[in-house]
């Protein structure tokens, strides 16, 4: 049989990857949440719960203020990620092929580079009530001489937390859709549906958006269980009398008290179920929305509408463009600022102050930051490359296993990361950065991995082919024909991945028990302290850090294939 | 470049899911070129999968293929001894075209830097040898693609309608150059196309798969 190939070197490396992955990504998530669903019915010999008991849920469901907890986490999850979903298909429909979107296009990856404590940290900054916005605004229409007295940052609705999760998960989404988006062949549906009278913006709306949403369903299940679940944003945004369910949970693992540890437990399983009804929730609103669309559809309107959905695809994406770039801007003014009265747009001097005290306690956490996702990210590339490898060697597609890497993305992390922390505190695992490292890999490997399939899927079987009717082995034709002619779409995943890990803030801080900080948990640490000039030097470190992996994916192609006009654009 | 080698395809018979796409049972001789005809979904990229070694698994094969009196069908596309020109001509774009040359080379060959220029100058290409291939002409690159083939010196190769897409000008001129070199250097050929003019300049056999 001619697909008979004998094995050759390393090739049960190659095997072994899938498998490992699976294993990865899985046996913490099971080993978590068991070491979460126990406790929270009072099983946990080490701390004498030796007996099953529904004790921790009679102390979580006399918490005061939990259902509001549980009720904002479950409205700021759907909300945000309705609004995100609604912004970037209103783009998409309005844009396409336009200025705007090749703009949009070029800022989506820096945009998803900004970790979300540093946007969220941006946004605070313009909405606070001596924030920027304020500023620009007063004394003139607004008549303020001083700061109100308004609760608008950690709004008991948790409104600015959803602001704060559109704003970052609005370019993940689009960049999602900018993926599948080459599979639908869109300009040519639209081509002829204008061809039968459609405006453009309605044709994008009726024959690509059906076909699109079902591409990006599991992003879009990502986004709910994140933004239900979230920690960081919320501590830095979110209400807080009660703080969402998520922040609670956090509150109650860290108390020395370990009896809490029971009732944390309670609370992980309570998320768990929080975001599982986000996620039914929205399966149904999914239903709802499909039987509505189809009408609209076939009913055949060609024109109605197309002006509103035309302009308001342009104006939201601009306008969250420039929140965000707005709250980086305001970051970098804070963190050089000097004196600083209310109504004044800018301070009035600039001092470096801040910084040089900053400086020395930025370079622990800077090294730390750089390690774990330098470490993290080279072992997650190397297995997703390895398991993409054997996939095109054995000629096979697991498009089973696919959603097994969304699921440290749908559960959500503080259900199981803390349960994890549990186990490792069993086995006596000292908490140190390999620890870490191994935390941060269940997420960045899911990102890199999916980055680098696209590419890899993508790539022109008969490059491969050719090496080999040429003499190179199987491994001489990875290391001398794919990796090289894939190298851009390699370091671009890898950018990702290390700014997933520079972004995390759970895993560190759940995993580290404080001995290993980062500067995102450095950065979320200061937000109950207010004072904004520190926060700006961190949080405009934090935003940095994810830009230099992406300079360098664009750079280092750029140089060392500048006398190979093949390689300037993506194979 | 004189070697002598001798293909042999031996009941070869290719099918999908119980269904027979491509059967044959030919020779042949060192120089020599067998062309496979055919309309589209015919087999004809099967077949040429099958013998270089490339076919997917959810194909199944019978047959040998017989390359100089060894059974090669058992072997991975790398061992087989198989050259293939494709339809583009797919020169390595990370690569000089020296190095796109040296890349088929076997490692333990000396002098290559002195082959790898004769070889250039044997194609009009003196000189060529540092630039970049994406600034050659199509015609330039084809002859790039051939010379590499060549250098990595094959046993028996496969043209893969390796003329549908030049000019009609090139196309002549193209054909003669691959059909002489290929002859001169002895090596068996098994050439797929559906434009009837490639058959008639290749000179050899030609079989006609049905469907």
């Known amino acids: 049989m001619a697909t008979d190939h004998p094995r050759d070197e390393g090739s049960l490396m190659l095997r072994l990857a899938p498998v490992l992955i699976v294993i990865l990504l899985v046996a913490p998530i099971l080993a978590g949440l068991t070491m979460a669903l126990l406790p929270a019915f009072g099983y946990l010999p080490a701390l004498g719960g030796e007996r099953l008991s529904l004790d921790p849920w009679r102390a979580l469901f006399a918490e005061p203020g939990i259902w509001r907890s549980a009720a904002i986490s479950l409205a700021s999850g759907l909300l945000a990620t309705a609004i995100s979903l609604a912004v970037v298909l209103l783009f998409l429909a309005a844009a396409s092929g336009s200025r705007l979107d090749r703009w949009i296009r070029r800022l989506v990856s820096p945009l998803l580079s900004i970790p979300h404590a540093a946007a969220a940290f941006g946004l605070a900054f313009l909405i606070a009530p001596s924030g920027l916005v304020a500023r620009l605004a007063s004394p003139g229409l607004t008549g303020w001489e001083r700061p109100p007295d308004l609760l608008i940052v950690h709004d008991p609705w948790g409104l600015s937390l959803i602001a704060g999760l559109v704003i970052k998960e609005i370019p993940f989404l689009l960049l999602m859709s900018l993926a599948a988006l080459p599979q639908l062949d869109t300009e040519r549906r639209v081509a002829m549906a204008r061809s039968l009278g459609y405006r453009p913006t309605l044709a994008w709306w009726k024959v690509v958006a059906p076909s699109l949403y079902p591409l990006i369903r599991l992003p879009v299940f990502a986004v709910i269980a994140y933004a239900s679940s979230v920690v960081d944003v919320a501590m830095i945004l979110g209400p807080t009398l009660p703080p969402t369910l998520a922040v609670s949970i956090l509150t109650w693992f860290s108390d020395p008290d370990l009896e809490t540890r029971f009732l944390a437990s309670a609370g992980a399983i309570l998320q768990l179920g929080v975001t599982a009804t986000a996620l039914m929730i929205w399966w149904a609103l999914e239903r709802l929305v499909a039987r509505l669309m189809r009408g609209w559809v076939i009913r055949g309107g060609r024109r109605r509408g197309e002006a509103s959905l035309h302009i308001a695809g342009k104006l939201w994406v601009v306008l969250v463009t420039v929140i965000a770039f707005a709250g980086i801007a305001g970051l970098a003014i804070h963190s050089v600022a000097g004196f600083w009265r209310f109504p004044d747009l800018l301070p009035t001097s600039a001092t470096l102050a801040h910084w040089a005290r900053a400086l020395p306690a930025l370079a622990g956490p800077i090294a730390s930051t750089a390690l774990v996702a330098v470490a993290s990210t080279l072992i997650a590339a190397a297995l997703a490359l390895a398991a993409l490898e054997n996939e095109q060697r054995s000629g096979r597609h697991p498009s089973r296993a696919l959603w097994l890497l969304y699921l440290p993305l749908i559960v959500p992390q503080i259900a199981f990361l803390f349960g994890l922390v549990v186990v490792m505190e069993q086995l006596g695992t000292r908490p140190t950065h390999a620890l870490v490292t191994f935390g941060h890999l269940l997420f960045v490997l899911p990102y890199v991995f999916l980055s680098l399939s696209e590419a890899y899927r993508r790539f022109d079987p008969r490059w491969s082919r050719l090496a080999l009717t040429l003499g190179a082995s199987r491994n001489g034709a990875f290391w001398r024909v794919r990796l090289p002619m894939l190298l851009a779409p390699i370091l671009t995943a890898v950018a990702v991945g290390l700014a997933v890990s520079i972004g995390q803030y759970l895993p560190t801080q759940l995993l580290a028990g404080g001995r290993v900080t980062t500067v995102t948990t450095e950065a979320v640490s200061l937000a109950a302290g207010n004072n904004r000039r520190v926060i700006g030097v961190w949080a405009l470190v934090q935003a940095c850090l994810p830009l230099v992996g992406f300079i360098i994916a664009i750079g280092l192609p750029k140089l060392l294939w500048s006398n190979r006009r093949g390689m300037q654009g993506a194979p | ?211």
């Open chain 2, 1 to 211: 470049m004189n070697a002598t080698h001798r293909l042999q395809l031996r009941d070869i018979c290719i099918s999908l899911e119980g269904q027979t796409l491509v059967e044959l049972d030919a020779e042949i001789g060192p120089g020599e070129v067998l062309t496979v005809m055919g309309p589209s979904g015919s087999g004809k990229s099967t077949l040429l999968a099958y013998l270089a070694g490339f076919l997917a698994p959810a194909f199944q094969a019978r047959g040998r293929v017989l390359l100089d009196g060894r059974d090669i069908s058992g072997l991975p596309a790398e061992r087989r001894g198989i050259g293939l020109l494709f339809q583009d001509p797919l020169l390595f774009p990370h690569l000089s075209v020296a190095g796109n040359l040296r890349f088929g080379m076997p490692r333990a060959g000396a002098n290559k830097t002195a082959r790898v220029e004769q070889a250039l100058g044997n194609i009009g290409l003196a000189g060529f040898g540092a630039r970049d291939p994406a600034t050659l002409s199509g015609g330039q690159k084809a002859r790039v693609a051939l010379m590499r083939l060549l250098l990595s010196a094959p046993c028996a190769v496969l043209l893969d309608e390796p003329f549908s897409k030049l000019d009609t000008h090139l196309r002549h001129e193209m054909r003669r150059l691959v059909f002489d070199r290929l002859h001169e250097a002895g090596l068996p050929s098994l050439l797929v196309t559906h434009d009837r003019e490639d058959a008639e300049e290749a000179g050899g056999r030609v079989i006609e798969l049905a469907h």
